[in-house]
């Protein structure tokens, strides 16, 4: 094979007229077909390959995990930071203090600082914590009807939840596999996770009937935030960390201690309620884990 490719691929120095190529059986290109280019090429036939495992091995690399870690793990703070100035029962509590990820989450942070410093119209000044579970407490946010709409309009703000927030938090979730609610973290609720779908109606429209969707409870409107106790995986799924409690974790420790309406999912006469959607269930439901005292935030903004 090799003295056939040599005749070839060589011309005659002897003829000064060109020579017809030589006819090859069928058996001769087959052979000689596909390893005619490894032959004669000088270069991997495959550098696109070659690339392709040079680019995985920097990717696999331990340096660039390192710096894929350390970014999920420890974020950037601005260098604006927000406080919250929170009581319990009208006695001073005592002030949080919030490093915001504003390079990592550039919306959820702004988000946030809105709402924190005012500038979207209503804040979360007088507004109240809502929930208290071992693993983290709530705030209510601001409404999505009513005055904090008005006030929110008369600046041009929308408090409905915006879908490029719910993009970042799926971006981040990419981005940082494991638990991102991690203790001391603060995030703001852009998801229900236990939101069902939305159901199937039957709506005359110009004497047909057509089946339409109809949505079943209300989505978060991404005001709503929450800070992590200890780590909350359980949050993952709704929430977007905008960024972490750099003083007043002892504030935060505080309102864990204020005693709660006990849950009672367990019960047989709440879960056929929940079962045959009484709204009854649904109210109860909201109910629990309320602290009985007053959690407000009396004051917030941003400080340098």
């Known amino acids: 094979m090799n003295q056939l490719i040599q005749t070839l691929s060589k ?3 002897n003829s000064s007229i060109l020579v017809p190529p030589r006819k090859l059986s069928r058996r001769a290109v087959a052979i000689v077909g596909p390893t005619l280019p490894l032959l004669l090429s000088p270069l991997s036939p495959f550098p696109s390959l070659a690339q392709s495992n040079g680019d995985d091995a920097i990717t696999a690399s331990p340096q660039f995990n390192q710096v894929v870690t ?25 002030r949080i203090v919030i490093g915001l990820y504003g390079d990592t989450v550039p919306l959820g942070s702004s988000r946030f600082a809105g709402l924190v410093s005012g ?7 007088r507004k109240e914590f809502i929930k ?16 904090d709409v008005e006030l ?10 915006s879908n490029n927030l719910v993009t970042e938090w799926d971006e981040t979730s990419k981005r940082c596999p ?61 929430t ?10 002892d504030v935060v420790k505080k309102i864990a201690l204020v005693k709660t309406v006990k849950e009672n999912t367990s019960s047989p006469y709440f879960r056929v309620a929940k079962l045959i959607g ?25 400080i340098d």
């Open 178 to 238: 494991g638990t991102k609610n991690v203790s001391g973290s603060v995030g703001i609720v852009v998801l229900d996770p236990n939101k069902p779908p939305p159901k199937p109606k039957l709506v005359a429209r110009q004497g047909r009937l057509e089946i339409d969707q109809e949505e079943v409870g209300l989505a978060p409107n991404g005001t709503e935030f929450t800070i992590a106790l200890k780590d909350a995986p359980e949050l993952d799924a709704s």
């Open 152 to 161: 929110a309009q008369r600046t041009g703000s929308d408090l409905s939840a």
């Open 70 to 94: 350390d970014f999920c793990k420890d974020p950037p703070i601005s260098p604006k930071q927000a406080f919250l100035d929170v009581s319990i029962d009208g006695e001073p509590a005592g």
């Open 11 to 13: 011309p005659n120095p």
């Open 132 to 147: 208290i579970v071992p693993n983290y407490v709530q705030h209510a946010g601001v409404r999505s009807y009513g005055i």
């Open 278 to 302: 009484d709204k009854r269930a649904v109210v109860a439901e909201r109910g629990f884990n309320r602290p009985y005292s007053k959690v407000v935030v009396t004051n917030s903004g941003l």
């Open 119 to 125: 500038a979207t119209g209503i804040s979360y000044r």
């Open 240 to 249: 977007l960390v905008v960024g972490k409690v750099l003083d007043g974790m």
